[in-house]
Nanobody
Framework: QVQPVESGGGLVQAGGSLRLSCAAS????????MGWFRQAPGKDREFVAA????????YYSDSVKGRFTISRDGAENTAYLQMNSLEPEDTAVYYC???????????????????WGQGTQVTVSS
């Protein structure tokens, strides 16, 4: 079992950067795909980025491609989301999730993940 815990959210001006961290407890972190999702006020939760269990493949939504980078550190049991060129539209609660045996189809979908963090707020001011 893996329990993700997010950190690194905050308030930033448009054009700025933030790095979110997702610390995942459990000895089997390296067996899990890791994903980031976000939910803005009044909107459904949406996929942002994901990385395969061994880090060889990454996936991004069109809205963040080229601005955000997902990575993972097996030694630290941590996944990261580097967010650059932030826009007010990126304002949301960001959730980290872990999924085992998550194939390429479900890795971009909520149902591909069994374990979810509590979320961290990211606010981008214009």
């Amino acid at each position: 079992q893996v329990q993700p815990v997010e950190s690194g959210g905050g308030l930033v001006q448009a054009g700025g950067s933030l790095r979110l961290s997702c610390a995942a407890s459990g000895r089997t972190f390296s067996s899990y795909a890791m994903g980031w999702f976000r939910q803005a006020p009044g909107k459904d939760r949406e996929f942002v980025a994901a990385i395969g269990w061994n880090g060889d493949k990454t996936y991004y939504s069109d809205s963040v491609k080229g601005r955000f980078t997902i990575s993972r550190d097996g030694a630290e049991n941590t996944a990261y989301l580097q967010m650059n060129s932030l826009e007010p539209e990126d304002t949301a609660v960001y959730y980290c999730a872990a999924g085992r045996d998550t194939g390429s189809y479900f890795i971009t979908k909520e149902r591909g993940y069994e374990y979810w963090g509590q979320g961290t707020q990211v606010t981008v001011s214009s």
